[in-house]
């Protein structure tokens, strides 16, 4: 290779460019990548311990590359919430929604296609379409972060995107999708592919109908989750999605070979023979939630809708400042979203109780920043 004049040599569009990630930083009280707050319980982990050290007895094999039973259990967890007869061969896993999501652009991106969302949305999204050299294509999202289905659909067509990625709820702003605007962009997208995004859709309120409902209706349809949120398991990576068999199929191309360990295997399967009691909390959290989007307004100040387990607000005449004030209190959230607004996951009602306590005490001592930008 001829010297590019830089070491290492990276591709020219990687160079400069900071690794995604918020700060992990060991603060009393951690409310920035929307974890559920709430650890296993005992019997939980020794299940998983023990399903753990039976999977350990043949480490010297490759682990089931097709993941079988952990598969049957997907399907069947999501047949519970909102899937009408997902099968197993419909659901595809991988370590972390991130990397479902990768390999989807993976095989239906590249050189050529582009792929689409609408801003604000999830800044992971534009790195995959980088990884995968496929065009990012972004659409805008109205002031109360819904989308112009009109609009968007003018755009859909226009561009003709190999992929749609459309979070439900939308990560930052917890704006969940209501089923018709999923449909008609599925029709619009012709033969593109439609991620509907819902790594926080256990948390969706009453009423706001999941995209699994949908899935006998568009063959194009991809529905994604995770067991990082709700089901209050990050630190296991496991995403998986459910869909038309054609596209489990067509992902098989672009993976790594035996790419979920025999060790995530067994800890996501005994993880899902707790399903009730790791998503027990989330009634909890949507009640703390829906406290906090209502404290926050009382404090005067604006917040969107919020169908997830964190709530964007603002809007703060400089929120770094405003962000660094609660850190230097022991609470760390997330500097995201457009300039001038905040996000904070909801945690536990005493996690929540320093998070205000220490946004009273930051607006008071620094009114400046903390003042409100003009509504305008
Ligand atoms: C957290 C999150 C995910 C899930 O990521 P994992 O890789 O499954 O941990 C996916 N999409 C959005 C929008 C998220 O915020």
């Not at 039973?69 to 419909?90: F, H, I, M, S, W």
């Amino acid at each position: 290779m001829a010297s590019t004049g830089t070491w290492p040599p990276l591709r020219e569009e990687l160079r400069g460019i900071e690794p995604y990630g918020a700060p992990q930083l060991d603060v009393p009280v951690q409310l920035n990548v929307n974890e559920n707050p709430y650890a296993p319980s005992a019997e939980c982990v020794a299940d998983i311990a023990a399903a753990v050290a039976d999977a350990a007895t043949s480490l010297n094999r490759y682990p089931d590359r097709e993941f079988t039973a952990l598969r049957e259990a997907l399907a069947a967890y999501l047949n519970t919430d909102g899937g009408r007869g997902v099968t197993p061969d419909q659901v595809w896993a991988a370590n972390g929604s991130n990397e479902v999501m990768l390999q989807l652009l993976q095989a239906f991106g590249g050189p050529g296609r582009c792929a689409l969302s609408f801003a604000p949305t999830y800044s992971m999204y534009p790195e995959y379409a980088r990884d995968a050299m496929t065009e990012w294509v972004v659409g805008h999202r109205e002031t109360d972060f819904s989308l112009d289905l009109d609009a968007a659909r003018a755009l859909v067509e226009e561009r003709r995107p190999a992929v749609v990625l459309l979070p439900s709820p939308n990560n930052p702003t917890g704006t969940a999708l209501p089923p018709e605007a999923v449909s008609m962009l599925c029709e619009a997208a012709g033969d593109g592919i439609v991620v509907v995004d819902e790594a926080y859709g256990e948390f969706r309120r009453a009423g706001t109908p999941s995209a699994l409902e949908l899935l006998d209706r568009h063959r194009n349809l991809v529905v994604s989750r995770t067991m990082s949120k709700a089901f209050a398991l990050a630190g296991a990576r496991l995403g998986y999605f459910a869909a038309a068999r054609e596209i489990c199929d067509a992902i098989r191309v672009v993976r790594l070979p035996y790419h979920l360990s025999a060790v995530t295997q067994a800890t996501a399967l005994a993880a899902l023979q707790h399903a009730p009691e790791l998503l027990g909390n989330v009634d909890a959290l949507r009640k703390e939630r829906d406290l906090t989007v209502d404290w926050l307004r009382a404090q005067g100040l604006e917040v969107a809708d919020s169908d997830a387990n964190f709530a964007l607000f603002g809007r703060f005449a400089d929120r770094h400042a405003v962000w660094q004030g609660l850190l230097d209190r022991g609470v760390l959230i997330r500097e995201t979203g457009p300039d001038g607004w905040l996000r904070v996951s909801v945690g536990t009602p005493e996690e929540m109780t320093a998070f205000k306590d220490a946004l009273t005490d930051v607006m008071k001592a620094d009114p400046v920043n903390a003042q409100q930008k003009d509504l305008t």
